[in-house]
């Protein structure tokens, strides 16, 4: 049975700016009569007339019929008193980020509303257990995060802290659910899920970069074409603005206390420096000014036709390899792991060595690795590199018989783990250890995942396609590469590989 507030319940929402505008109009939408307040008059006169924008949008697009359109529009209420809350029964504050703010709100309401009525607050980053530490009844209190813009965004994650009770998170939960959001359940944990396990795409990005792996739009087209993701990640950070971004990710490492894992990037530090916050400022990464040429991606030329390609394991760039070149002989090169021997060039997927390190383990010079792909069949870009010891014209062969299978090959400079795989790996390993240490569910990882940054699969369950095994030995080797603690796997991997058991 749903716990679901009633739709004739009345929903209170604090703050008018981005997030609370959003809120309340999926709330009225969904039937409620929603009470907004907000300190600013000017926010209150926007949000309502973004929201009848938004709705007027809607009905354009027979998505609403006009009259029901317009009694959502009527639901939403402008309060300029916060004692006038005093009839809700659900109240979501989208207020300033700050602790000592929400708490003194959440104060003042409890000698407004009823007992029973829940606060639920949007804050991203802040535990909610502090902010219903003072409250005297802190068992109300709970995170109900949308997901920017709330009205398109499906997610929310019902966030618990210590007091929470399960009535609680269960009925925002279902309330969720029934305003048409996919809805998870969190605990209570710095960045939360999406904003904890979404920092590998921006952070690994960000030190291939600082390693001279490759330029942004390099690297942006290979996460793109190759890794299946929406957007690559310079060209997202830009999108989000680097101070934001730059902002998340310092909250979490500091909450975290200075976990390596989450270590910020001088890179997008001197960009925040700079002003360069990306889109917004018209320079971040890229160059937005009207008259600028966007860079493009390094494709290789320098390549050649291959005499022979010998196909090597079943592999899935094997299959793509063998439907996409016609001349492939019948003839099979039996070496562990290997994609294709190419002339004299031999061809793997990258295990998170440098190809350097994989030509002197292997006593073969000529060694070229691929990046993963999402989905090799329909990619159209791979990324490629060169052992330092192989040679240009070994490397040219392998280059020239990608090309001749349709993919524009992405030129990387000897980088462990490339870039679509150790992002990848890193995305798994955040994810297996937010599910180790009890934020969510795997199922709920996922969702998060797939709902609240669009990727193409959650990292569990692309984990699994991939194999436990891989993703382990990939960190194993990135962890051996660098020293560092960063890349230290997550205990539930080994213990999934050495099971045999499955994250979902
Ligand atoms: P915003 O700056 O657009 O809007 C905040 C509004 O709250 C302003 O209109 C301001 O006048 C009002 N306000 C501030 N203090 C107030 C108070 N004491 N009483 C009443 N009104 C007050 O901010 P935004 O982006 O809408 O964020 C709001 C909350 O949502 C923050 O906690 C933020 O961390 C969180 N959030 C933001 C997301 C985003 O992408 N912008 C995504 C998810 C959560």
Request: glycine fraction near 8%.
């Amino acid at each position: 049975m749903t716990q679901a507030i009633q739709t004739s319940a009345i929903v209170g929402v604090i703050g008018a700016g981005a997030m609370g505008a959003g809120i309340a109009q999926v709330a009225a939408l969904a039937g409620h009569t929603v009470l907004l307040y907000d300190l600013d008059a000017k926010a209150l006169d926007k949000a309502r007339s973004g929201i009848a924008a938004n709705v007027q949008r809607l009905i354009e697009k027979k998505k609403l019929d006009e009259s029901a359109g317009q009694r959502a529009i009527d639901r939403v209420r402008i309060i300029t008193s916060l004692a006038d809350m005093r009839t809700a029964s659900l109240v979501v504050e989208a207020i300033a980020e700050r602790l000592d703010v929400k708490r003194a709100l959440f104060s003042e309401l409890e000698g407004i509303v009823s007992s029973e009525c829940i606060l639920a607050t949007n804050t991203s980053s802040i535990s909610i257990t502090a902010i219903a530490a003072p409250m005297k009844y802190p068992s109300r209190v709970v995170g109900m995060h949308f997901f920017n813009p709330a009205p398109l965004m499906v997610l929310v994650e019902v966030v618990r802290g210590l007091a929470t009770s399960d009535a609680v998170a269960r009925a925002v939960y279902d309330t969720s659910a029934a305003w048409g959001k996919k809805p998870v359940h969190a605990k209570s944990t710095p960045g939360f899920i999406v904003n904890r396990v979404a920092r590998p795409f921006y952070a690994e990005g960000l030190r291939l970069l600082n390693e001279q792996g490759a330029d942004a739009a390099s690297i942006d087209i290979v996460m793109r074409d190759s890794g299946g993701f929406r957007m690559g990640p310079f060209e997202l950070m830009d999108l989000i603005g680097h101070d934001v971004n730059f902002a998340v990710t310092q909250s979490v490492f500091n909450a975290y206390f200075n976990d390596p894992r989450f270590t910020p990037s001088l890179i997008q530090q001197e960009l925040v420096n700079a002003g360069f916050l990306g889109r917004k400022t018209g320079r971040g990464f890229y160059d937005y000014a009207a008259d600028a040429e966007k860079p493009a991606a390094r494709i290789e030329t320098n390549m050649r036709t291959p005499s022979k390609i010998v196909l090597g394991q079943r592999v899935p760039l094997y299959e793509a390899l063998q439907a996409r070149i016609a001349e492939v002989g019948n003839s099979r090169n039996e070496m562990p792991g290997l994609i294709a021997q190419i002339d004299d060039a031999y061809l793997f997927l990258t295990d998170g060595r440098t190809a350097t390190e994989r030509a002197h383990a292997l006593g073969i010079d000529n060694i070229v690795l691929v990046d993963l792909a999402l989905d090799y069949a329909n990619a159209r870009s791979v990324a490629l590199t060169r052992a330092r010891q192989c040679t240009v014209d070994a490397y040219a062969a392998a280059a020239g018989a990608l090309t001749q299978a349709a993919y524009a090959v992405v030129p990387l400079n000897d980088i462990a783990g490339m870039a679509v795989m150790r992002t990848v790996a890193m995305l798994v390993n955040e994810a297996a250890d937010a599910v180790n240490q009890g934020v969510c569910t795997s199922a709920d990882l996922d969702l998060a995942m797939e709902k609240g940054v669009n990727y193409p699969l959650g990292p569990l369950a692309w984990g699994e396609r991939l194999g436990i095994e891989r993703i382990h030995d990939v960190l194993i080797h990135l962890a051996a590469h660098y020293g560092e603690d960063r890349y230290r796997a997550s205990p539930l991997i080994p213990a999934l590989r050495y099971s045999g058991q499955r994250f979902h």
